[in-house]
């Protein structure tokens, strides 16, 4: 028997490597703006990003803000005298045509979408990641994906998923499992929305105490035992 049947999947970090594409993405930026691409400017650069998606993820800001604000902030840090709006532009645009994929989850959608159903459940830029799914891999075996900016509410709270279970059909809180890599937004999301998760942790890094946690992967490949 099928334990569950709908898998939601979270797409940066989960399925998608990320992390390279948007590495990749900031060295497209450095060239077209003229400024060096080190490990220092880049590490600035994430810092101002992640903090930006922190704020995004506690509800005080849009995404339409974020996406420039991250600039500005890195720009103003590193004395650096150019057009934040165009820099993320550009990396938007580098990002949206990154379709490497983390490892195993070729296999894992294709082998899994013969008896469940897969979903994708992402609060990233929606040209970016429209582009990058359909110019993926795994794109033949989601059954659909679901964005923030569509849905008007972003992960972790519960219109988001509210959202997402008005369009599917058949699914229960019961009946389907959340897999993502991010605290925040996925597990947080779960634990408001009362649904089964599955924290994807391959850094093996210290689960919180606050939180539920209801499965714990390393390897993508582990969820065949879960679901």
Known sequence: MISFPFLLFDADNTLFDFDT????????????FDFPDTDELFRLYEDCNNAMWAAFDRGECTKDFLVVERFRRFLSAAGLQRDPALCNQVHLNALGQSTLLLPHALEVCRTLSVSHRLYIVTNAVASV?????????IAPYISGAFISEDAGASKPSTAYFDYVFQRIPGITRENCLLIGDSLSSDIQGANNYALPCCWY???????PDTMRIDFQ??????LYEIV
């Open 21 to 32: 594409g948007n590495r990749n993405a900031f060295h497209q930026v450095s060239l077209t």
């Open 129 to 137: 990641q429209k582009r990058r799914l359909s110019g993926s891999a």
């Open 201 to 207: 942790n391959p850094k093996r890094m210290q689960p």
């Open 217 to 222: 992967i390393q390897d993508l490949r582990q």
